[in-house]
C-alpha cells in the first residue's frame, strides 16, 4: 500500500498539534499497523451485511 503525502495544510495542522503537544510523535510498530489495516478491510467489507458486531 501506498503512503499518500499529507497535503501543506494538513501537515501544518499536525505540526500546530505537536506544537500544542497534543500529539506526540511514536516509533512505527508494524505488526500493530497490520492489524489495524486488516480489521479496517474487515469492517469495510461488512457494511453491507452488518454480521460483526463492531459494525452494527
Keep these: 500500500m501506498a503512503v499518500t503525502p499529507l497535503s501543506l495544510?494538513?501537515?501544518?495542522a499536525v505540526d500546530a498539534l505537536m506544537a500544542a503537544r497534543r500529539l506526540e510523535r511514536v516509533p512505527v510498530d508494524e505488526r500493530r499497523c497490520a492489524a489495524f489495516?486488516?480489521?479496517a478491510?474487515?469492517?469495510?467489507?461488512?457494511?453491507?451485511n452488518d454480521r460483526h458486531a463492531q459494525n452494527r
Design 37 to 39: 489495516l486488516e480489521q
Design 9 to 12: 495544510a494538513q501537515q501544518r
Design 41 to 48: 478491510e474487515t469492517a469495510l467489507a461488512d457494511l453491507p
